[in-house]
């Protein structure tokens, strides 16, 4: 027969782990110049960490505390629409043309054409 035996640690508790439950470090008086010249428009995100000296991730997190985001996490942009694109809706609108071919004729894009006409209410005629 075989006899196994084993040892049974005892679980570390959080007051014995010095890494756990760390108080963060005050903000170092670079940092808030970095994140004030970002806020102002000084110099953009990358440009500050590199200039500064910076990890990315590091300064990411400082900024995100702040309440400085990105504008390009945001979701996607905006753009005012083009006369070619009221066209190309009206057209679609009036049953002129179908997406793709507005799309084509008056140059823009078709995922767009179609995400506008699905904000405008304009829905495709069952065939």
């Known amino acids: 027969m075989f006899t196994i035996s084993a040892q049974v640690r ?7 782990n010095p890494f756990w439950n760390k108080v963060k470090s005050p903000i170092s008086p670079e ?6 010249a970002v ?22 997190r400082t900024l995100k ?16 629409d083009s006369p070619a694109m009221a066209a190309a809706i009206e057209s679609v609108r009036k049953g002129e043309k179908k997406a793709y071919t507005a799309s084509q004729v008056y140059g823009v894009p078709y995922t767009t054409l179609r995400r506008r006409l699905a ?6 005629k069952p065939e």
């Open 10 to 16: 005892p679980q570390p508790s959080h007051v014995d």
């Open 31 to 36: 940092m808030i110049e970095a994140t004030e």
């Open 39 to 60: 806020r102002n428009k000084v110099m953009g995100f990358n440009q500050a960490a590199a200039s500064f000296g910076f990890h990315k991730g590091s300064f990411h």
């Open 65 to 80: 505390e702040q309440g400085i985001v990105s504008k390009y996490k945001q979701g996607r942009q905006q753009l005012p």
């Open 119 to 124: 904000d405008a209410g304009v829905v495709r």
